[in-house]
């Protein structure tokens, strides 16, 4: 640059004596970039001095500590740093902000604003959406059990019946558990075997009577007497027909009143076999999904034999098959009551393929303290004074299996309700 004009003035740049020679053009070199420098601040404080005017850049080789108003300016002590002095070019309005005034209490600046990945908002909603489902299932199985009222049902079983705890226990869990959905891919079969006079029709008329009150249909609960709707004399064709239609209407009933009915067949070892392959028929998968929602109960003494058996030769046990609240005890009559099911069904399976579908529910032999509370309720529901003493002396009248110390009735409590009449 320095050396691009060496016409600004020449007469610096003519020769001198020889010990001059090196320190004259240094001082030419500084005299003229003293020079140029001058003449460019004068040109950038003219008025349209051209295209670098208010730029405030210094040249290279210009001192930077120079601003450019300098020359003009007087010389006076301010505060103003020479890096704020560009910063007085005439600056544009700014629009104050509104003030806003905040109550007292609340926020007194905008919340922070979080980011939260799109996954995390779409996981977010699918575990509402799970959670909320779930609740309204609940909420759904809850009303279930409060429509048929299986509490009262099994408070209703456990008055009324004597001597039956474990079998009563079992028919309301596997209503509870059958009853807490809503589909099913199956009716529920419960099988009530036991000798007779152990309270298994007492116990169908017991469930019948209850479902009729929770379902507010009598339509809905069917019961069924082999002995009395299909006599020997009857054909068993016609019998299996007329269940057939009579099953198909009640379903389809239940079906329309979104309900499951309950089927209670007492004296199922007395049906013709055209019966119990109908009655087989109804838990086919491949039936119409309504003959699924539906709880049949079937009554039966097939099998006494096996039960009555099997009590006595447990007799001697300390209370097996009578869990009167001791731990070990009840331990050893679930034990107990598990080896007789098992039992009953390989027996029942070899009469018809019914039973295997069935739940077995088996009804013990009563001894003779459960014959007594009989007597002395059925006295009370006669009018008469259900008086102890009273009880035990009609009881003694009746036969009993003795074992180990023990009386078991023969016929359970079959002949109570005649010897009361006679009082
Ligand atoms: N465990 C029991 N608790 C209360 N009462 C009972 C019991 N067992 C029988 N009874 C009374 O005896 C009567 C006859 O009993 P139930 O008809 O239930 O016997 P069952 O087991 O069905 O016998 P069967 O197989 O001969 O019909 C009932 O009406 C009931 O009053």
Redesign the pocket.
């Known amino acids: 640059m320095d050396r691009g004009q060496p016409s600004l003035e020449p007469a610096a740049a003519a020769p001198r004596a020889s010990g001059r020679c090196v320190i004259a053009p240094v001082r030419a070199v500084l005299r003229l970039r003293r020079r140029v420098c001058v003449l460019r601040k004068r040109r950038l404080l003219q008025p349209g001095g051209g295209p670098d005017v208010g730029t405030g850049a210094p040249r290279p080789g210009c001192s930077p500590r120079a601003p450019r108003a300098d020359l003009d300016q007087p010389k006076f002590f301010t505060f103003d740093s020479p890096a704020e002095l560009p910063s007085r070019t005439p600056r544009k309005k700014r629009r104050r902000s509104r003030l806003v005034l905040y109550p007292e209490t609340s926020r007194k600046y905008r919340p922070r604003v979080e980011h939260r990945s799109r996954a995390q908002r779409c996981l977010l909603l699918l575990v509402a959406i799970v959670g909320f489902q779930v609740l309204n299932a609940i909420e759904n199985l809850d009303d279930n059990a409060q429509r048929y009222d299986l509490d009262g049902l099994e408070k209703a079983l456990q008055r009324?019946?004597?001597?039956?705890p474990a079998a009563v226990s079992r028919i309301v869990a596997l209503m509870r558990d059958y009853l807490a959905t809503h589909v099913h891919s199956r009716p529920l079969l419960l099988a009530?075997h036991?000798?007779?006079?152990?309270?298994?029709?007492?116990?169908?008329?017991l469930l019948a009577r209850h479902f009729r009150s929770v379902l507010e249909d009598s339509a809905l609960v069917l019961q069924y007497h082999a002995r009395h709707h299909c006599p020997e004399a009857r054909a068993a064709q016609d019998c299996r027909e007329e269940l057939a239609r009579r099953v198909a209407d009640v379903v389809a009933r239940a079906e329309a009143e979104e309900k499951t009915p309950l089927l209670v067949l007492?004296?199922v070892e007395l049906m013709p076999r055209p019966l119990l392959d109908e009655l087989h028929g109804f838990l086919q998968p491949q039936r119409s999904h309504h003959f699924h929602n539906a709880i049949y109960v079937l009554?039966?003494?097939a099998g006494?034999a096996e039960v009555t058996r099997f009590v006595l030769q447990n007799a001697s046990r300390a209370l097996p098959l009578r869990p009167d609240g001791f731990r070990s005890a009840e331990a050893a009559a679930a034990q107990a009551e598990e080896d007789l099911r098992a039992s009953l069904l390989a027996v029942l399976s070899r009469e018809h393929p019914l039973w295997q579908a069935a739940a077995i529910v088996p009804?013990l032999l009563?001894d003779k303290r459960?014959v007594v509370?009989?007597f002395r309720?059925?006295m009370a529901g006669e009018g008469f004074f259900p008086d102890q003493a009273r009880a035990e002396n009609l009881a003694a009248q009746l036969s009993f299996y003795r074992v180990a110390g023990r009386e078991f009735a023969v016929?359970?409590?079959?002949q109570?309700?005649a010897t009361v009449n006679l009082l």
Do not use: I, M, Y
Not at 160 to 164: D, L, N, R, Y
Not at 194 to 205: A, I, T
Not at 411 to 414: F, N, P, S, V
């Open positions: 009324a019946v004597f001597g039956q009530l036991g000798p007779s006079g152990v309270g298994k029709s007492h116990v169908g008329r007492d004296d009554l039966s003494g006494g009804f009563l459960d509370s009989c309720d059925e016929t359970g409590c079959k109570v309700v």
